[in-house]
Every structure is written in structure tokens, then in C-alpha cells.
């Protein structure tokens, strides 16, 4: 997911340097919801990981 985030900023630069803005924040607010995703699901899954038990 943190490269999915990583490929929509990196179109978003590229369509702000050649001047599309409309793109360029569009593709930004993507990766921001991206991002804000993958934060949440890594808290997610390292809150789940330290309560399961490992020999079950």
C-alpha cells in the first residue's frame, strides 16, 4: 500500500511540473487517502499481532 502512495505522488509531481494542476491535486489527495489508509491498517495489525499468541 506505501507504494501505491509512493506512485501517486510521484505522478502528481509530474503533472505539476508540466502544469497540470487539476492532475497534479487530484492524484495528491489520492496518495494522502493512501497514506492515511496504510497508517491506519499498520496500527491495526501491530495492535492485533501483540494480543494473538503465538502457539495457538
Known amino acids: ?4 502512495t509512493i506512485t501517486f505522488l510521484i505522478i502528481a509531481l ?3 511540473v508540466l502544469g497540470f ?3 497534479a491535486s487530484a ?3 489520492i496518495a ?3 497514506f ?3 497508517i491506519v ?3 491495526i495489525s501491530f495492535f492485533m499481532g501483540r494480543n494473538s ?3 495457538e
Open 41 to 43: 491498517l499498520l496500527l
Open 1 to 4: 500500500m506505501l507504494r501505491w
Open 21 to 23: 494542476t487539476g492532475i
Open 27 to 29: 492524484f495528491a489527495g
Open 32 to 34: 494522502k487517502i493512501v
Open 36 to 38: 492515511y489508509i496504510f
Open 53 to 55: 499468541k503465538a502457539g
Open 14 to 16: 509530474i503533472a505539476a
